[in-house]
């Protein structure tokens, strides 16, 4: 059960809502966030909503059987729209790319990048920072100074930025300099961090652990709006399996599923998905075509000679080519039934 609560409400009223909760056998959680103020009641006690729907209080009562009950489309029919500021929007209608390095290596390669974004129309610009890299000696990221400076040649340039937080030690110092937060798959059920994250007001991007269910993406998801933070986008980045022709296998079936089950935006990521630069392309546009809200994948000016996942980056021309073509498929998603 998810009760919406009166910005109006008082303190008196608020006891009397939750009083009649725990009289109908639910346990009352208050759920506090930068967008609104929910009663969130777990139990399983069968009671006719009308009995409470009238208190003073409420704006609206919803029953809803997920345990994720916060990111469910059953309570919120309509799609969430993360606004970034700046006319940067994704979900609701607004189709979103996103495309940097895997890793940000320097200046000369933060400026070409942020060159090619805004010659093919691309507001938001993907790159890490702090790298988990399965071998602890790959280049790991620039930290935080690299952050600053891409953050302000970035913003400067009108692009808003995504970047990876890895422990809950890091958001403070990151929080200024980022657009929105992104938790790797290695952090997915990282639960300190996602709690942390969700008393910060960025957007956070959650990937799909490397071999996590989509229910679990979602619980991932419940715990970030439930600390307080409702501005959540989903990410399908591929899972393991025994297949090993391409890294990962990337489950396009997720995609119609989050958006049946979550009123959150679905971003998909085929360059981690396949993991093999020239199925990139086709991964994108049928992420595209089962209805993702937006696609996250890697560039580089020579892939060749990027300083990671360089097997799985588009150089400039290939990364121009896709754009069109994704743009020109979302303008026609109506074909097929988004």
């Known amino acids: ?40 009641g777990i139990g399983k006690a069968k009671f006719d909503i009308r009995s409470i729907g009238h208190l003073p209080g409420i704006r609206d009562i919803h029953i809803v ?46 400026i070409n990048t942020i060159d090619h974004l805004k010659n093919n129309g691309i507001r938001i610009m993907r790159g890490g920072v702090y790298k988990p890299r399965s071998s602890p000696y790959s280049f790991r990221g620039l930290g935080i100074d690299g952050l600053k400076l891409w953050y302000q040649l970035a913003h400067e340039a009108g692009i808003k930025i995504i970047t990876e937080v890895m422990q809950v030690s890091q958001i403070e110092e990151m929080v200024d300099y980022v657009d929105i937060f992104q938790v790797g798959a290695r952090n997915t059920q990282n639960f300190n961090l996602l709690d942390e994250l969700g008393k910060v007001d960025k957007p956070v991007m959650i990937k799909r652990g490397i071999s996590g269910t989509i229910d679990e993406l979602l619980y991932s998801a419940e715990y970030v709006f439930s600390a307080g933070n409702e501005r959540i986008l989903l990410c399908e980045r591929g899972i393991r399996t025994y297949e090993r022709a391409s890294r990962n296998t990337f489950d396009i079936n997720a995609i119609p599923i989050l958006k049946e089950k979550s009123h959150l935006p679905v971003i998909a990521d085929p360059s981690h998905g396949v993991g093999i630069r020239d199925f990139v392309e086709p ?48 303008s026609s998603k109506e074909l097929f039934g988004h």
Not at 79 to 96: R, S, Y
Not at 302 to 309: N, Q, V
Request: with cysteine; net charge negative.
């Open 1 to 40: 059960m998810i009760i919406q609560l009166e910005t109006s409400i008082t303190s008196e009223q608020k006891q009397h809502v939750i009083d009649k909760v725990k009289e109908a056998g639910y346990k009352a959680n208050p759920v506090i966030t930068q967008m609104g103020e929910y009663l969130v």
């Open 65 to 110: 059987s997920d345990d994720y009950k916060l990111v469910s489309s059953k309570w919120k029919v309509e799609p969430t729209t993360i606004d970034l500021g700046d006319g940067v929007k994704i979900g609701g209608g607004h189709f979103a790319l996103m495309a940097g390095p895997c890793s940000i290596e320097g200046e000369e390669n933060i």
């Open 283 to 330: 991964v994108a546009l049928a992420s595209t075509v089962a209805g993702a809200d937006g696609v996250i994948f890697e560039i580089h000016t020579k892939p060749e000679e990027a300083f990671s996942d360089g097997q799985q980056t588009l150089n400039y021309w290939e990364s121009a080519r896709l754009i069109q073509k994704l743009n020109h498929l979302a």
